[in-house]
């Protein structure tokens, strides 16, 4: 079964601080995983797309990783601002179209001053 | 620039009432489009899917239907909701099939009582 499990559920750091959050996936086959940023009441909006062969891609002071042996990826947030306070979810796609996509729970962060 | 709407933004139902939400895409032609819910605690749960008007996929049996009757309008509905109906609402349309980015609407949040 298909499935994207990330870590932490929740996490709340001080302004200014780093963070790492973790995806594991047992997507097959795999296609591409995407990181979203959802803030609250909102719909999710994507933030970096990765696929098999690439192993990092930045947007701003994202960074996300992927190591398609293992199947982790991880986002790591730097030096946080308050309006990062949001949920992440990983996304994995299987190809196919999106009726073959796998959504993490998301990782709830919060920064707080 | 291609747009997504959704509406209501929240709604309070009692049980056994209908519903309708309505999502409307704006600058594009023949999008895939998308019905989600997110539940609290859990991800993205993918409802229904579009490729055309007319043309609804459905991937899992629940008290919901989906219409599509223009090519950028979709429509979820219920004839008589239920408590397990109540969650986040999210229509989404991709810009490109399996890897391209799904874009959200602002979403609909339902309370069924």
């Known amino acids: 079964k298909n499935q994207v499990e990330q870590s932490p559920q929740s996490l709340i750091i001080l302004e200014g601080k780093n963070c790492t959050l973790q995806c594991n996936y047992t997507v097959s086959p795999f296609s591409n995983l995407r990181w979203y940023k959802q803030d609250t009441g909102r719909g999710p909006v994507s933030l970096t797309i990765?696929?098999?062969?690439?192993n990092t891609k930045s947007n701003g002071r994202y960074t996300a990783t992927l190591d398609a042996d293992t199947k982790q990826s991880s986002l790591h947030i730097t030096a946080s601002q308050l309006s990062d306070s949001a949920s992440y979810i990983c996304v994995v796609s299987g190809g196919g179209g999106y009726q073959k996509v796998t959504f993490g729970t998301g990782t709830k962060l919060q920064v707080i001053p | 620039s291609q747009t997504i709407h959704q509406w209501p933004a929240t709604l309070v139902q009692p049980v056994g009432s209908p519903l309708s939400l309505e999502c409307t895409v704006e600058?594009?032609?023949?999008?895939?489009l998308y019905w989600y819910r997110q539940a609290a605690g859990r991800g993205l749960q993918l409802l229904f899917y579009?490729?055309?008007?007319?043309?609804i996929s459905s991937e899992v049996p629940q008290n919901l239907s989906a219409s599509r009757p223009q090519d950028r309008q979709f429509i979820l509905s219920s004839k008589k909701l239920l408590l397990s109906d109540s969650g986040f609402y999210l229509c989404a349309w991709v810009s490109g099939v399996s890897t391209g980015e799904l874009f959200f609407g602002e979403g609909s949040r339902l309370t069924v009582l």
């Open positions: 579009s490729v055309g008007i007319g043309q």
């Open positions: 600058g594009t032609s023949n999008p895939n």
């Open positions: 990765m696929t098999f062969s690439e």
